[in-house]
């Protein structure tokens, strides 16, 4: 299905049939990286599938999708240039089907909010960033899989270093006004977000 999502989305854009299956066993290789447990394709295909719940208020569906499909393409526990560099290759990739120059920007700035999750004034982007979030207010179930999937990616560290940048992390989304930034995803999942945030930190 998500191979589908991508091919169709790249060919409104391109007949270069070759060069969007090339573009899609990119995304495909590098979310399927060994050392990937939660971002993986799974993640992508949770994020469209929160989106689609909200696709009459997006103003720009393909590059939303874009930027969902290139947020994490690289994504390495010891690095802190991860979205920057995802936003890069997102403007290589985007420029060789032709799309248009003032989107790819929308896209890469798309992909950089990712990292802090601060609010902006496009509301497409604060989707994206509520989409990206949405784990955290998830059921308390999914979301310990979710930190045992984190806790694996972090793997380089031991327990007293990951404990630490952890607990930073959560404490950086609970001193958020708002965890979610639209309506949509702050009435869906703010107060289970905050339970199972409060929760972690409880256990640690």
Known sequence: MLTDTFLQLVKKYSKDHELANNLWLEIFTKYSEPKRQYHTIDHLEAMIKDLKEVKEKIIDWDTTLL???????????????????????????LATIGYAADK??????????????????????????????????????DYQKYTEQIREEYSIYPDFMYTSGRKKALNHFLQMDNIYKTEYFAEKHEVQARTNINNELNEM
């Open 104 to 141: 790819i920007a929308k896209c890469a700035n798309m992909i950089m909010a990712t990292k802090q999750h601060e609010i902006t004034e496009d509301s497409d982007t604060n989707f994206l960033i509520d989409a990206d979030l949405a784990i955290l207010g998830k059921s308390p179930e």
């Open 67 to 93: 930027a969902v499909f290139y947020h994490d393409i690289f994504y390495k526990a010891s690095s802190n240039t991860n979205e920057g560099d995802s936003a890069k290759l997102a403007m290589q990739r």
